[in-house]
């Protein structure tokens, strides 16, 4: 049920934001997997058993994105997850992206309480997504409030799925509105 064309990484390595040079770079990356629509151009009423299927797909996505900003999972501050349905498809294809996405980036980073913050989209090929991420440990950490940009030049093709993870290395370069800050996380319940 899963075929997938192609997966592209991405790291960027913010060194600063028009402040001072940071101590040490804040790695954004992600990873796109562009994924063939089983469902574009009809309407299918049960579409959960390619949620099922797709757990490993999110697993070896969360692997390579991890590999790619250096492999530890102790250094991972915040994450989110997004998907973009090419033009066949409907809105409800992406949410397929909720459990295989999120729960492969929680096991994976061990203590990762918060909920994974997700967009959803139909867009044409080439079109941008803006994955919104927040802190793993703690949704209200006003510091981690960012997004990470995935786009794929070919994808997603109008029977395609484009499904994303994101994950940082920290906050905003330089965040100073206040907030609830990482290191004051107390209730460790996932939201403060």
């Given at each position: 049920m899963i075929e997938v064309r192609k997966i592209v990484v991405t790291v960027e390595e913010v060194r600063h934001d028009g402040g001072p040079v940071l101590d040490q770079p804040?790695?954004?990356?992600?990873?796109?997997?562009?994924v063939?629509?089983?469902?574009?151009?009809?309407?299918?009423?049960?579409?959960t058993p390619m949620m099922e299927a797709m757990k490993p797909?999110?697993?070896e996505c969360a692997r390579k994105l991890l590999d790619a900003l250096g492999g530890d999972p102790g250094r991972i501050e915040a994450y989110g997850k997004g998907s973009l349905v090419g033009a066949a498809g409907e809105l409800e294809h992406g949410?397929?992206?909720?459990?295989?996405g999120g729960y492969a980036m929680r096991e994976l980073l061990g203590q990762a309480l918060?909920?994974?913050p997700s967009m959803t989209k139909v867009g044409p090929m080439g079109a941008s997504l803006d994955v919104p991420i927040h802190h793993k440990d703690a949704a209200y950490v006003r510091s981690h409030f960012d997004g990470v940009t995935v786009a794929v030049a070919d994808g997603p093709r109008?029977?395609?799925i484009l499904f994303a993870l994101a994950m940082t290395t920290g906050g905003r370069p330089h965040a100073r509105?206040?907030?609830l800050t990482k290191d004051a996380i107390a209730k460790w319940d996932?939201?403060?």
């Amino acid at each position: 049920m899963i075929e997938v064309r192609k997966i592209v990484v991405t790291v960027e390595e913010v060194r600063h934001d028009g402040g001072p040079v940071l101590d040490q770079p804040i790695l954004k990356g992600a990873v796109a997997c562009l994924v063939k629509n089983p469902f574009a151009g009809r309407y299918e009423p049960e579409i959960t058993p390619m949620m099922e299927a797709m757990k490993p797909l999110g697993v070896e996505c969360a692997r390579k994105l991890l590999d790619a900003l250096g492999g530890d999972p102790g250094r991972i501050e915040a994450y989110g997850k997004g998907s973009l349905v090419g033009a066949a498809g409907e809105l409800e294809h992406g949410a397929l992206w909720h459990v295989p996405g999120g729960y492969a980036m929680r096991e994976l980073l061990g203590q990762a309480l918060a909920i994974v913050p997700s967009m959803t989209k139909v867009g044409p090929m080439g079109a941008s997504l803006d994955v919104p991420i927040h802190h793993k440990d703690a949704a209200y950490v006003r510091s981690h409030f960012d997004g990470v940009t995935v786009a794929v030049a070919d994808g997603p093709r109008a029977d395609e799925i484009l499904f994303a993870l994101a994950m940082t290395t920290g906050g905003r370069p330089h965040a100073r509105v206040g907030g609830l800050t990482k290191d004051a996380i107390a209730k460790w319940d996932g939201q403060r």
